[in-house]
Each structure stands twice: as structure tokens, then as C-alpha cells.
């Protein structure tokens, strides 16, 4: 059954079963554990962020009192999209909490096998990634920004040390095929994950990978390093797992999609009719929806409350019981998703034009 699903981190595959591909890597369901989360937000609530690796040791941790870290990393290949957004809502989350937060910017990867011009990638980077995580609010405490190829020495070690705890065979078991590039940047992400567990870097012993279910092949070549690794003394990493954010025609939403995503730098007006040409999930005629109702789980627009623009659940619940029922047809249900995304989209706009003057408070760029 393994070789019928095969998670690539580098494509554009959009995933529909998530309960399968759970069986068959051995991701756990997050659901249980959220009683003893502390605050959950609507994207663990809600089940978007659905599954987990040892997540139950962070929380352990956290009861005891010990010190916690996040690591996820950004590849600047494009612009920022709502499918971003979601990541960066869980790192405000988890910075509330108190969580030390490592954010590598993969400019490397982009490089080498995204094959994106150097200069485009650092100016996405700059200017659409940490400019938006700023106007979404992540704060300069505790958190570490860096680019892949402008850290430290001991990080660089860390990656050319990693190369000789795993073999090719092994590798292309994990990926599938390989070229010289997706190796670099896949050893280069284990050293990114395992860094922080370095006294140097403040020594966390339990840190948390919040990933897209596509990632999954990085955390697991990532745990294996860190039990071969044993001069290191490292921890396996623990990592969740979010849904992917649907775009706009039902595939997944993606940068190399324009027409697709909705950026968080569109043109509100542009950004919004994007919205109202999205697939829905209602019936072909009205007469049908009022009939058999609509279906929700199949809607990009729903999709946007869920995960989005309806903070409040019990809103949520009615928007999706009266689709259900064949009370809210597709144009009013459009309309209304019209306004809360130009209401949101105006403010925010606000804040990353100001934030756009204070990413190197957040980061030191690459010189070339």
C-alpha cells in the first residue's frame, strides 16, 4: 500500500484522503490530545490541523514547565497566499504560549530546486514573506528568522555530519527519485529541525514541526538522523499536521497557481473576484439545491470561513447546517464571503504596507 500514496514535499499534488494516508505513514489523529491544549485556536478545533507525531511529549512538556521550540520553515518561491497564512496563525499561537520559534527562510532550496533567480528569491522573501508575518503579527520575541544560506557556522556543520547517517537507498526509499539539489535541501532541513537542540542555539530538547501533510517525508528522514545521529544526544522531533488549503478551482492552492490563490497583496477588488468565480459545492440548478442542499465539504468558498474568515464557531456551524439544508444558495453565500475577505483584506494591507520598512528587524539578509 506504500507505493500507491507517495508524499512529494516538492510537487503540487493536492491530498483528498487524509484518513488513508494517516494509516499508512502512521500519523496519529490530533483530535484526542486537544482537551489538553491550552487555548486550541479554530484550526485545531475545527480538525484543519488533523494529525500528529509525538505532539502528546510537547504537551508534556509544557505541563511540566519545560522550555519548548517550533521550527518550520518558509521556501520564498512565490508570493504569500492564504495557504501561508494559516502557518503563520499557528506561530502566533505557539509564540503566546511561550514557545522559542526558529523560522528558516529555504532560499537555498528555492534556488537549487525551484530553480528561482537569487535576487527574486530574497525579494519574496523580504517583502512577501517576513513583511506578512509581521503585519499578521508575529512578534520579534522569541523568534529566530534566518536564511538558509546566511546562518551560522555550526548549522552548516550540522548538514555536511548529516550526510553520513543516511545512504541514497535509503533516501530514495523516503522521495522517490533524486537529483543532487532535493538532497541538499532535504539534509539541509534536518539541520534546520535539529539545530536548536545544539547548546549553542539554546539547547530546546523538545521542538515541534508544524507541517503541511506533504512534509511528512522531511520529518520522517529528520527522526531517523536524530536516532543515528548519537554523538548529538538529539530528541526525535515532534510534528503536527495541517490539511492543505484548497484553491480556488479545487486543486491545491499554490504560488505557481496565480490564477487560483488569493494573495495576500491582491488587489481587494482583484482578490475578490477571484473569490466569486471559486468552484462551490452546491447543485447545478437552484431548484436542486433547495432539494438535496448543498455540499459544503466540496466548497472553496466554505472552505475560506473554516479556515479563515469566520472566527466564531457557532456562525461557522450555521453557514454550514444551512448550505446543508439548501437554505444558503451559492450567491448569497459568495456575497457574504465577499465582504468579510474586503473587509480583512483592506485592513491587513494597512499593516503590510508599514510592515514592508521593518523586515531587517527581523532578519539579516544575504549579501549576494
Known sequence: MDEEIRLDPWG??????????????????????????????????????????????????????????????????????FGHKMIVDQLIYYQKLGFELF?????????????IPRERVIDYALNQY???????????????????????TKYYRLIQMFSRRITMSEMEAIYGE???????????????????QLDYFGGYRYIVVPVGADQDPHIRLTRDIADRATEFKFERPASTYHRFMTGLDGGKMSSSRPEFAIFLDDP???AVRKLKRALTGGRPTVEEQRRLGGIPERCAVYEFFLYHLVPDDEELLSIYTRCRRGELLCGEDKDYAAQLLEKWLTEHQRRLEKARSRVEEYVEPPDF
Open 12 to 81: 503540487h499534488i493536492a491530498i483528498k484522503d487524509y484518513e488513508r494516508l494517516q494509516k499508512v505513514f502512521g500519523i496519529k489523529p490530533l483530535r484526542p490530545l486537544l482537551p489538553r491544549m491550552r487555548d486550541p485556536i479554530h484550526l485545531f478545533r475545527r480538525g484543519v490541523v488533523f494529525g500528529h507525531r509525538d505532539y502528546d511529549k510537547i504537551l508534556d512538556a509544557l505541563e511540566r514547565g519545560e522550555r519548548v521550540a517550533l521550527v518550520t520553515g518558509f521556501m520564498p518561491s512565490g508570493r504569500f497566499h
Open 103 to 115: 523560522i528558516p527562510l529555504a532560499d537555498a532550496e528555492a534556488y537549487a530546486v525551484r530553480r
Open 130 to 152: 517576513v513583511a506578512n508575518f509581521i503585519a499578521l503579527g508575529l512578534d520579534k520575541k522569541r523568534v529566530h528568522i534566518y536564511f538558509q544560506t546566511n546562518y551560522d
Open 178 to 196: 533524486l537529483e543532487p539539489g532535493k538532497v541538499v535541501a532535504a539534509l539541509t532541513q534536518a539541520a534546520d529541525i535539529l539545530h536548536p
Open 268 to 270: 481587494v477588488e482583484e
